[in-house]
């Protein structure tokens, strides 16, 4: 939709509504689409059928789009009154033979009337009749379109708030969820973690980003986050310990204080996440303690302990590494947030896998790809022959798919696959359905021992007497469509002795075979290797 918007360049409300009622399988299947493009433009001559017909079909350009304009054609030229016109539509929705063939005598006979010679008007209908099957409503497209014209403007004017109002209302789907944040991500727009003292029920926007709502956080359920600002209006939290005692522990309990913890929403007052989980169950216990003297108006031998500092009574604990704390977070969230396991390896896959899940659904059907990926979710299940086979959700930097693992590669992958946020070399073959690509997993490997490592540097040694001013121009525009992370040097080599030139840091390289191709095919010798 979004290429045909930039293709129709459109220019008044009309043209967006036409748009809507063109992109369904019909209208793209039967050329349309192209013919309206291409009429819009000038491309080719606007023409009408019959000169009655330009009023109904000048802002069309001269194509029959709408159920409505046969209705306003079978008038204006068979003298159709308004409802015996509603009966053809009707009749064409239905593409009932009989009806059919009655609809037509009439409007080949209300032609001719109309002084439209028999054959013409004939011929009219069957183009009519064949519109029948891709026909649309021009009141449900202008209603479509405004509400689309409406958030495009929201979209481009006010981002950040439109983003809020988009994650809002998918705040309890996980999988659209993480769609939207992912694009959010790709038009640089910096999403906020859950914060314990800085986040409402719903997303907001905060200082020029999107603060996650804690809504989003799974378990968390609105009794909870009730409670949490609530509480919250005495003022802002000082730490963890102080959080526990003003809350409600029967609603905001253990397994929702675990979900916060690991969602990051306690990382201003504690940043050890293993610290809180590992003395939560100790903290409960001894604030339900200290709120049950305190309701009993006891004093407690022990009360002493109460007063201690919070350091004292959370545990010493090892800080997650950071796949776990990533694991957790997406467990929490949905989402990777802070972070993405595939972060370290974004230079190495750009310079060695060029293909995303994002490219997919461009691809042919059985078109082999190779993807870095991590596992999100995984279902195991029994295939008709006893085997089994995984149904995986796979994402990687740029979006998630649905991938099949079957029989023996399974049997031989299945221990990779359910170890955390494990980065992963995924090879299969691309499938496509209706409701989007899947992929058929060929291979899968840890992406670590998959990949080559990035080289610290890259030489490119070049003849120093041989080398002209057109090379090192075309050399540049080489080095520009392969840019990345490697430091590039040249290396003018010369009888006596050699120069080296190091590269400014825009010039850094993705190391590739392509690169080496371009470069050494530029030259005539082999100026750079890998």
């Given amino acids: 939709m979004r290429a045909l918007m930039v293709r129709l360049k459109p220019t008044v409300f009309e043209d967006i509504i036409a748009l809507v009622a063109l992109y369904r399988p019909g209208p793209m299947e039967s050329g349309m689409i192209d013919d309206f493009v291409r009429r819009k433009h000038g491309e080719i001559p606007v023409e009408y059928f019959l000169p009655q017909m330009e009023p109904i079909l000048k802002e069309t350009y001269g194509v029959i789009l709408y159920q409505e304009q046969v209705m306003q054609i079978a008038a204006a030229v068979s003298g159709f009154s308004l409802a015996e016109a509603d009966l053809l539509r009707r009749a064409m929705g239905k593409k009932d033979p009989a009806v059919m063939a009655a609809q037509r005598d009439r409007f080949v006979s209300g032609g001719v009337t109309g002084g439209v010679p028999k054959a013409r008007a004939a011929e009219l209908f069957g183009l009519i009749e064949k519109f029948a099957g891709y026909g649309f409503n021009k009141s449900h497209s202008a209603a479509y379109a405004l509400v689309a014209y409406q958030t495009a403007y929201l979209k481009a004017h006010y981002p950040l708030d439109f983003l809020a109002a988009v994650l809002n209302s998918e705040i309890n789907n996980t999988t659209a969820l993480a769609k939207h944040i992912m694009e959010a991500r790709d038009q640089g727009v910096e999403l906020l973690p859950p914060d314990i003292n800085?986040?409402?029920?719903?997303?907001?926007?905060?200082?020029?980003?999107?603060?996650?709502?804690?809504?989003?956080?799974?378990?968390?359920?609105?009794?909870?986050?009730?409670?949490?600002?609530?509480?919250?209006?005495?003022?802002?939290?000082?730490?963890?310990?102080?959080?526990?005692?003003?809350?409600?522990?029967?609603?905001?309990?253990?397994?929702?204080?675990?979900?916060?913890?690991?969602?990051?929403?306690?990382?201003?007052?504690?940043?050890?996440?293993?610290?809180?989980?590992?003395?939560?169950?100790?903290?409960?216990?001894?604030?339900?303690?200290?709120?049950?003297?305190?309701?009993?108006?006891?004093?407690?031998?022990?009360?002493?302990?109460?007063?201690?500092?919070?350091?004292?009574?959370?545990?010493?604990?090892?800080?997650?590494?950071?796949?776990?704390?990533?694991?957790?977070?997406?467990?929490?969230?949905?989402?990777?947030?802070?972070?993405?396991?595939?972060?370290?390896?974004?230079?190495?896959?750009?310079?060695?896998?060029?293909?995303?899940?994002?490219?997919?659904?461009?691809?042919?059907?059985?078109?082999?790809?190779?993807?870095?990926?991590?596992?999100?979710?995984?279902?195991?299940?029994?295939?008709?022959?006893?085997?089994?086979?995984?149904?995986?959700?796979?994402?990687?930097?740029?979006?998630?798919?649905?991938?099949?693992?079957?029989?023996?590669?399974?049997?031989?992958?299945?221990?990779?696959?359910?170890?955390?946020?494990?980065?992963?070399?995924?090879?299969?073959?691309?499938?496509?359905?209706?409701?989007?690509?899947?992929?058929?997993?060929?291979?899968?490997?840890?992406?670590?021992?998959?990949?080559?490592?990035?080289?610290?540097?890259?030489?490119?040694?070049?003849?120093?007497?041989?080398?002209?001013?057109?090379?090192?121009?075309k050399l540049k525009e080489i080095l520009s469509r392969h840019a990345g992370p490697v430091p590039a040097f040249l290396i003018f080599l010369h009888n006596r002795e050699d120069a080296t030139l190091a590269l400014p840091k825009e010039l850094g390289l993705a190391p590739s075979t392509d690169l080496v191709t371009e470069v050494n095919r530029l030259f005539g010798y082999p100026a750079l290797s890998l």
């Fill in 198 to 473: 800085r986040s409402d029920r719903d997303f907001t926007v905060e200082n020029g980003k999107v603060r996650f709502g804690l809504a989003g956080v799974k378990n968390v359920g609105m009794g909870a986050i009730h409670d949490i600002l609530d509480a919250r209006k005495a003022g802002p939290f000082e730490s963890f310990r102080e959080v526990l005692e003003r809350i409600n522990l029967g609603k905001v309990n253990r397994k929702v204080l675990e979900s916060l913890i690991q969602a990051g929403a306690f990382d201003s007052l504690q940043p050890r996440r293993s610290r809180l989980m590992a003395g939560l169950e100790s903290a409960l216990e001894k604030v339900s303690n200290q709120k049950r003297l305190q309701a009993a108006k006891q004093m407690s031998m022990f009360g002493g302990l109460l007063e201690a500092r919070e350091d004292d009574w959370l545990p010493e604990a090892q800080p997650w590494d950071k796949s776990l704390k990533l694991a957790r977070e997406k467990e929490a969230l949905g989402v990777y947030l802070t972070g993405h396991p595939l972060d370290a390896y974004r230079a190495l896959l750009k310079s060695q896998i060029r293909v995303t899940t994002a490219d997919l659904a461009e691809m042919p059907d059985s078109q082999e790809v190779t993807l870095g990926v991590v596992v999100t979710s995984l279902k195991e299940k029994a295939t008709k022959r006893g085997g089994r086979m995984a149904i995986l959700t796979v994402e990687d930097l740029a979006g998630s798919v649905e991938a099949l693992v079957f029989g023996e590669v399974y049997e031989r992958v299945a221990a990779l696959l359910t170890q955390p946020s494990l980065p992963l070399w995924f090879k299969g073959h691309v499938v496509l359905e209706e409701k989007g690509p899947k992929l058929v997993a060929q291979d899968i490997a840890p992406l670590e021992s998959a990949l080559p490592r990035l080289p610290k540097r890259l030489d490119l040694r070049l003849q120093a007497a041989a080398v002209t001013r057109e090379q090192l121009l």
